[in-house]
Each structure stands twice: as C-alpha cells, then as structure tokens.
C-alpha cells in the first residue's frame, strides 16, 4: 500500500471501552489527532453487555424477591407476577441512554475521529480498518492502544455446539423466564444470573467443577456463598462436570459427573472469558501474548512493541470496568502529563453483585498466608450487626485480615447487604494507611452498617 493512501495520526485506539474512550478523549483534548475504532457500540463491554444492564436487571431481581419476603415485615401483598418483557425493556432502555451518552460525549472532541469497523495491525505503526459501510482505511500513528476487551469462551462439552446456549448478553435478552436454567460456571457471572433468575421465577442448577465457588476466595467466604445461595432455593453442584449436553423436544439434557443426567429449559455458559485479540493480526506489530491469548503488557501497561499499549480486559489480569479506566489514568499521566504512574502495588477492588453483595478488596487469608504474611484474622456474622437485624438482612460475614507486625489492613471480605459499599469505607482506610484501631476505635453513626466496623476489627483483639 503506497503512503498516499495512508491516514496519518499522533494516536489511534483500537476499541471505545471504558478506558479507551476516555483516553481517546484526553489525547484529543491535548491536541493528538485521534481515531478511535469501535466495532460495534461505543461503552465497551460494561455499559452494553455487562455492568449497566445486568446490575438493572439484578434491581427487578431485588424487587421481587422484597415482593416475596414482604410478609416477613407484617406486609401483605398479592400475586408476585413478574414482566420480563418490562424488565427486559428497562434495561434496554438504561443501556442505550449510557451508550448513546459515551457516544456523544466521543463525537464531541475536536481532532477526534470515531470510526465504526474492524481493526487489524498491518505493520509495527499501521493498522487497517474494514469499516461497517463496506470500505478499507489504513491508519499510522506512533501511539497505539489496544482496548478490544473479551468475549465469553467456550468449554469443551460434547455436543455444545449442536443446543442453543446462552451467554451473558443472550440471557438478558430473554422473553421468557426459564423454567429450570442450567449455569454453567461458579464465577461472578454465572452466581449473578444464577441467583437474578432465581427470584425472577426459574429453577435453577449452578454447575461448578471446582471444590467450591468463587475460586479465588477463601472457603469460608466461599461456603457462605454457597449456602446463601442454597438458602434462595438454587441447586449447587460442586467438583461436578459438565460433560455431555443434548437437545430435544425443547429440553435441555445435560450429563455431569457421575453420569447423572439433568433435565431443563434453558442453558447458560459462563465458564470464562478469553481476549478479543485473535483477528488483529499482532505479529505484524510485534506484540505478543500469552498462551491464552491475553497481550503482555508491563507496570506501564506498554507491550513488547515500542509505541503499542494495551488497556482493559485484552491485557489479562483484573477484568474490571474500574481497572480499565484506571489504565486510562495511568497513561494519561504518563503520556500526557509527563507522570510516572505504574499499576505496582494497586488495590483492586470489586464486589460481585449477588445479595447480598460480596466487596473485596486487598488480600484474602489464603494469598496472605501464602505470601508469608504474620496476620491476625478478625470476622462476624451478619447477625453481629444490628442495622442488619433492623432490616431482617442477617445472610452474611465480614472479614478483615491484618497484618500482625503493623496493624495495616491486608484485606477484606464484606459479604453483606451493600457489601461493596461497606468494602469502599474499609479501602480508603487502606488508601490512607490507617491502622485497624481506628475503625476498632472510630466513632461512626447508629445504627448503620458503617457502625459495625467497631465490631469486627474489635475482634482482631479477641
């Protein structure tokens, strides 16, 4: 391709995510001529398929499950009827005012070109776009982010590929609630809709290979997990795998383990994610990737390629909307503010939106014992606080690691009614380095949940 052909830019970003949209924005906003190239619809994978209109649907969720227990508060109420085409259609709603505003807020920036295609690099600074009208452009630039995200990956299942099967975007198209859903995956995704439809009607069997859910807690957080969910009527099975599925007369039949056959309507697989990275063509820009398919990036979030970063989801490792927008700031920082940002030593937080919310943040038990850390353990049940028992909310723990030698928080596990809210207060005490004594010793409102922070780090004592 002759250079007359060539578009040349300061910086292109390939995917409108969470963190490249804003970035893209902010070159802009310096004076970078930007083009940034979005596949599909501009908000990435939160606000269109994942935090935005699931944490909408989990509302109607919530709703109904109050509808339900609202005896438990001396209310008397009729039929629980829900309208899943009315929950479907809020969310729509919610999703397409997020996106159009990401989109609009784009389109806005002077220097910034949006352009709606397919990207793949054709050189070390090149990158060529199918665009969605049908036609080829081919880019330059010496700034190149990659912010493609990730798709949900398959597992190997005979006869997947012969049955319908749902993913986190199909499911929260339905317009039907299942009468007996089969989730696949004991992860955030498959526990948040396992536990939505639920509430929403369905029975519901969450299939885990694992010993336990949420493989990265620790057990007893884990088994709490398990037996909320229990407790809401769902079918765990744990150390259990799917091996065969099969599909007739409108039914789902799935073997696990043991030969076991289970029978249901609907089949849901969120069994992991895996990098939108195998159409762009990354060996032409001499990036690399790890073995699932993940860029590799460094604490400055660049790859093997001078001039080429990656952000988000694609780069492996904390798969966040916070993180990705933190790589955002990060390079922003660096590149436009001549900072020295690195993600050394970030917090991650995160709260997995069951109900009740499960927010951590920092170590767990385990990693702090592994990494040799001498901790003092401190947990209460939920029936410890009394906001909770106020609002009959008593499923639930708190946990909170510290380190022995400093009494600096390592951690915490705040499974509770607005656990990740609760999680937050905790986070800017490890932001702030605050010892542990000044939540044991802090003055906070009655009755809140705030308030049982006396409580638990009291126990770090006991």
């Not at 383990?257 to 990354?282: F, M, Y």
Request: hydrophobic share 35%.
């Amino acid at each position: 391709m002759s250079n007359k052909t060539e578009e040349k830019f300061d910086a292109i970003v390939i995917g409108a995510g969470q963190g490249g949209g804003p970035l893209a924005g902010a070159m802009a906003r310096a004076g970078w001529s930007t083009a940034i190239i979005e596949k599909k619809h501009v908000g990435g994978t939160c606000v269109n398929v994942g935090c935005t209109p699931t944490k909408t649907i989990i509302a109607s969720g919530r709703v109904a499950y109050l509808a339900k227990r609202a005896a438990d508060y001396g209310v008397n109420t009729g039929n629980i009827r829900v309208d899943i085409a009315k929950v479907r259609e809020r969310k729509r709603s919610i999703v397409e005012s997020f996106r159009n505003g990401s989109r609009k807020g784009l389109e806005k920036n002077e220097g910034l070109e949006l352009i709606f295609g397919e990207a793949s690099f054709s050189g070390p600074k090149s990158v060529q776009v199918h665009t969605n009208d049908g036609n080829s452009r081919n880019l330059t630039a010496e700034k190149i982010f990659i912010n493609t995200g990730g798709r949900p990956t398959q597992p190997r299942i005979s006869g997947l590929d012969e049955v319908p099967i749902l993913d986190n975007e199909t499911i929260m198209e339905l317009d039907v609630v299942p009468e007996h859903l089969f989730v696949i995956g004991g992860g955030y995704i498959g526990l948040e809709f396992g536990q939505l439809f639920r509430r929403l009607g369905s029975n519901v069997t969450i299939v885990q290979r694992g010993k336990q859910l949420l493989a990265r807690e620790d057990d007893d957080v884990a088994e709490e997990v398990t037996n909320i969910l229990e407790d809401d009527g769902i079918e765990v099975l744990l150390q259990t795998q799917a091996q065969k599925v099969e599909h007739s007369n409108g039914q789902i039949h799935l073997t696990v383990t043991g030969e076991r056959k289970l029978t249901g309507s609907h089949l849901l697989i969120a069994a992991g994610r895996v990098p939108n990275t195998d159409q762009l063509n990354l060996n032409a820009a001499g990036v690399e990737t790890d073995k699932r398919g993940f860029v590799n990036v460094n604490e400055r979030l660049e790859t093997t390629a001078p001039g080429i970063y990656a952000i988000g989801d694609v780069k492996g490792g904390p798969q966040f909307t916070h993180i990705s927008y933190d790589d955002y700031r990060l390079l922003r920082t660096n590149l436009l503010e001549k900072g020295n940002a690195t993600t050394k030593d970030r917090l991650v937080p995160y709260t997995v939106f069951i109900d009740p919310q499960l927010g951590r943040v920092g170590m767990s038990e385990r990693q702090a014992r592994e990494q040799g850390y001498n901790i003092r353990v401190a947990k209460i049940p939920m029936t410890y606080v009394a906001r909770a028992l106020e609002v009959d909310e008593t499923r639930g723990l708190m946990k909170a690691i510290v380190h022995a030698d400093t009494d600096q928080i390592l951690g915490c596990a705040i499974l509770s009614i607005e656990g990740g809210e609760v999680m937050s207060v905790i986070q800017v005490a490890m932001m702030g380095k605050l010892p542990y004594t000044a939540f044991r010793d802090g003055v906070f409102a009655h009755p809140t949940l705030a308030e049982s922070l006396n409580t638990l780090f009291g126990r770090v004592d006991a």
